[in-house]
């Protein structure tokens, strides 16, 4: 639960750590999502809210969050851009929602995020429709890659906000009902990475 208290403590100042610098690749991940009317969309770890400015608003969305401090946060923001979601607060290593309930779900900042990444995404898997695809924003090594420097800074800062250490291809490699179909690396030279899957019929 040291994230969770970590993240009360930052919910105040997240959105000026992490908005500016972030949202252009956020906008642009978001753009590959087409048309949505009418459709069931889980931000899985919404945090601040901070998708809700670049989605169309004619779906059914559901938010979820464990840190109680940054789904007051996002409640605001739906309230002042009039977004209509279902915000609960919910540990994303088990969503309490049955299996395939969405047709979509977007996973921002999250799988670096949370202590155990492989079952968060095995758990957005379970919740996807077949055919459904997942929206991925986030930051990961390559294979093989040496980032000694990140794989140190890891010993810290996981504990405090974030891992530095996910290679995006072993969780992949866990969740066999999942298809890649699109890896574009983003900033920081490739260490973040737009990614979008879908789940195999």
């Known amino acids: 639960m040291a994230l969770k208290h970590s993240y009360t403590l930052l919910a105040p100042f997240y959105d000026l750590l992490v908005s500016r610098p ?56 739906a309230i002042r851009y009039n977004f209509n979601i279902d915000l609960i607060c919910a540990d994303s290593h088990q969503l309490p929602f049955d299996d395939t309930s969405y ?25 996807l429709k077949p055919g459904g695809s997942i929206y991925i924003f986030d930051k990961f090594l390559k294979p093989a890659e040496f980032a000694p420097v990140r794989k140190l800074l890891n010993l810290i800062s996981r504990h405090i906000a974030t891992r530095t250490d996910v290679i995006f291809e072993d969780l992949l490699c866990q969740t066999p009902s999942l298809q890649l179909i699109h890896n574009e690396p983003t900033l920081a030279n490739g260490w973040f990475r737009l990614i979008e899957l879908r789940k195999l019929s």
Not at 61 to 66: F, N, Q
Request: a positive charge; zero cysteines; aromatic letters at 2%.
């Open 22 to 77: 972030l949202n252009q690749a956020r906008q642009k991940s978001l753009k590959r999502i087409g048309n949505v009317t009418g459709k069931k969309i889980l931000i899985n770890g919404i945090g601040t809210g901070l998708d809700l400015h670049y989605l169309p608003t004619d779906a059914i969305y559901t938010g979820t969050d464990i840190t109680p401090a940054m789904l007051k946060l996002a409640r605001e923001r």
């Open 103 to 127: 047709d979509l779900i977007i996973m921002h900042l999250i799988l670096a995020v949370v202590p155990r990444p492989e079952q968060a995404l095995i758990e957005a898997s379970r919740v």
